[in-house]
């Protein structure tokens, strides 16, 4: 898998912590996390989940069992 170039830092960063956040890549078929202070490591998933969980997020459901 190739990485991908695109990365791009949280709006939360801020002058003194510019190196500790979350960034963000994306491709047609994955999204890429990462933390700035250590790049090495990513996180790659599909977008559906990321939506899911953040579809969760905001309507106060995350954790709750499906019926």
Known sequence: MTTPDNWQKSSYSGPG????????????????????????????TAPTPVGHLLQAIRTGTVGTPRT
Do not use: K, M
Not at 18 to 38: M, W
């Open 17 to 44: 912590d510019g190196d500790s956040c979350v960034e963000l890549a994306s491709t047609r078929a994955a999204l890429h996390l990462r933390e700035s202070d250590d790049p090495g490591i990513v996180l790659t």
